[in-house]
T-cell receptor, first 116, second 117 residues
Framework: GDSVTQMEGPVTLSEEAFLTINCTYT??????LFWYVQYPGEGLQLLLK?????DKGSNKGFEATYRKETTSFHLEKGSVQVSDSAVYFC???????????????FGKGTLLTVNP | EAQVTQNPRYLITVTGKKLTVTCSQN?????MSWYRQDPGLGLRQIYY???????DKGDVPEGYKVSRKEKRNFPLILESPSPNQTSLYFC????????????????FGPGTRLTVT
């Protein structure tokens, strides 16, 4: 079945540091890939997405590129802020599995803490 | 404001006492789903619904029931809660579509933290 593996963390950085959170996936066909962010006490929000190979998703200074050859979708940000502290989830949706179910398959999440 | 709401946000209950967690969305979405979030496991799907009166099991449906009598509402029912159902629960909704290109963003509610003693 489909699966997502992401670095588990926690990750602790100083403000303005460079961020990378690795994410790799296993799926048949051509899944869509997503990064969701969960701020403390809140639900999940879509951060960015990519729906085909070589697509780059970007939002709020975060970027991730859909690499089919390495089955990866690593999240990066050039300069993190304290307000970026949150849990980040990599996820996929595979239209080739689950019939009409739009289920998202999630990684386990990575806790990011940014210190001033 | 487009949103998914859940109630209650926090609930502490005892084993065997039936409970319902409500979920409502105001975006006229066809698709709705319930997930549970557990430490070290990420989010796992419990049940989903493609439209009114159409529901199906996700990956971890045991001990849960759902219903979809109205498009906007998708309650999660625990007939006889047990301690292993202590978790953080999220409802999500989206438009529906078919095919590779027909993906729509899933919107998540704020979560319901359930503790079963």
């Amino acid at each position: 079945g489909d699966s997502v593996t992401q670095m588990e963390g926690p990750v602790t950085l100083s403000e303005e540091a460079f961020l990378t959170i690795n994410c790799t996936y296993t799926a048949t066909g051509y899944p869509s890939l997503f990064w969701y962010v969960q701020y403390p006490g809140e639900g999940l929000q879509l951060l960015l997405k990519a729906t085909k190979a070589d697509d780059k998703g970007s939002n709020k200074g975060f970027e991730a590129t859909y690499r089919k050859e390495t089955t990866s979708f690593h999240l990066e940000k050039g300069s993190v802020q304290v307000s970026d502290s949150a849990v980040y989830f990599c996820a996929l949706r595979n239209p080739n599995s689950g019939g009409s179910n739009y289920k998202l398959t999630f990684g386990k999440g990575t806790l990011l803490t940014v210190n001033p | 404001e487009a949103q998914v709401t859940q109630n209650p946000r926090y609930l502490i209950t005892v084993t065997g006492k039936k409970l319902t967690v409500t979920c409502s969305q105001n975006m006229n979405h066809e698709y709705m789903s319930w997930y549970r979030q557990d430490p070290g496991l990420g989010l796992r799907q419990i049940y989903y619904s493609m439209n009114v009166e159409v529901t199906d099991k996700g990956d971890v449906p045991e001990g849960y029931k759902v219903s979809r009598k109205e498009k906007r509402n998708f309650p999660l029912i625990l007939e006889s809660p047990s301690p292993n159902q202590t978790s953080l629960y999220f409802c999500a909704s989206s438009l529906s579509g078919q095919g590779v290109v027909a993906y729509y963003e899933q919107y998540f509610g704020p979560g319901t933290r359930l503790t079963v003693t």
